[in-house]
């Protein structure tokens, strides 16, 4: 048994190579214990399949990092980067290594395939927070849980941006929401629907019965913002109830997937319609928010894998503007 500290001894064929790479990180100042546990997992891995050799090669790494169930994303993205860093060190100490490509973990996070609600799913989960009754600790959440998840898909909304609207930013007679805290620092406006600009003005009658331009639109029960996480756990209990698996951060649907299913119906109202997508994207990519089209075109490759039958009929004429699978 060879010990790189007082827990971790690795007994593989790269017992004394994993001792090494764990005792040079510690030299210079990392703890390196969860890692060091990690690569104890990886020399039983070793061991089990009849690895047997002082080198690192290409399958058994590749091996090594695929997916397991019930592992996150990020999860999997560490272990891949211990095994970057590890291949690198074996090569540099002169050893065959083979070193994992630095962009393929991040390849794998782009192609997050987000979950694109059908009518039937969004009328549900509508259901679901109309039927969330008001609490002793939360007494106008069957007011405002209804509201916020129709926003969040009827105006292709950031979490963020909703729950940081206040009373003064939703403009009844204009029927706009400002949104000015978004992700890049650009404010816009962004218009209401005529039933959903009636469905605040209702709201307001209800819940800002007095008048405080500077309350936030959507109050928490204590008076201030809501926080994100609140929202994203009555959220897990609705598709909880409605039968969506949801596996955690990264596997399942996310709030965030409310948005992409507002852009995707977008796109696939305009394609049915015949508009002229070249000069709507613009106006699509403004409206979201984003600072330039490419964000907005990743949308579009998204409409095009997801109804192929429809987008195929103008492919001929806007192929130029879908970006490849590899871009998503």
């Not at 997916?67 to 050893?95: A, D, F």
């Not at 209401?192 to 309350?215: D, T, W």
């Not at 909880?240 to 990264?250: A, E, F, Q, V």
């Not at 490759?301 to 192929?319: C, K």
């Amino acid at each position: 048994m060879q010990k790189t500290n007082r827990t971790v001894s690795y007994s593989g064929p790269l017992a004394d190579i994993l001792k090494g790479f764990v005792e040079e990180k510690q030299a210079v100042g990392y703890k390196y214990q969860k890692s060091a546990f990690t690569l104890k997992r990886f020399d039983r891995f070793c061991i089990s399949i009849g690895h047997d050799e002082l080198c690192l090669t290409k399958e058994l790494v590749l091996m090594w990092t695929e997916k397991q169930p019930h592992e996150t994303e990020n999860t999997r993205k560490n272990r891949i980067s211990l095994m970057r860093l590890l291949g690198s060190y074996m090569v540099r100490i002169g050893y065959d290594a083979y070193v994992y490509p630095t962009r393929v973990d991040k390849v794998t996070n782009d192609r997050y395939m987000p979950h694109i609600f059908s009518t039937n799913e969004l009328v549900g989960l509508f259901k679901q927070a109309d039927n969330c009754k008001p609490h002793i600790m939360s007494p106008n959440r069957h007011r405002i849980l209804p509201l916020l998840f129709r926003i969040l898909y009827g105006c292709g909304l950031r979490i963020s941006e909703a729950l940081q609207l206040k009373v003064k930013d939703v403009l009844l007679d204009e029927g706009t929401l400002k949104i000015l805290s978004s992700k890049f620092g650009k404010e816009r406006l962004v218009p209401l629907c005529p039933s959903l600009s009636a469905y605040c003005r209702e709201y307001m009658q209800k819940v800002h019965f007095i008048n405080n331009p500077e309350g936030y639109f959507f109050p928490s029960p204590y008076g201030g913002m809501f926080d994100e996480k609140t929202i994203y756990n009555y959220f897990r209990r609705f598709l909880w109830n409605m039968g969506i698996s949801h596996g955690g951060r990264g596997n399942g649907p996310r709030l965030h997937d409310l948005r992409h299913t507002f852009a995707v119906h977008c796109l696939k109202r305009w394609v049915a319609r015949g508009v002229d997508l070249s000069a709507a994207l613009p106006f699509l990519s403004t409206y979201l928010g984003h600072t330039g089209l490419k964000s907005t075109q990743h949308y579009l490759r998204l409409t095009a894998e997801l109804y192929p039958d429809i987008v195929s009929a103008v492919e001929m004429r806007f192929g130029f503007i879908i970006p490849d699978g590899g871009e998503l």
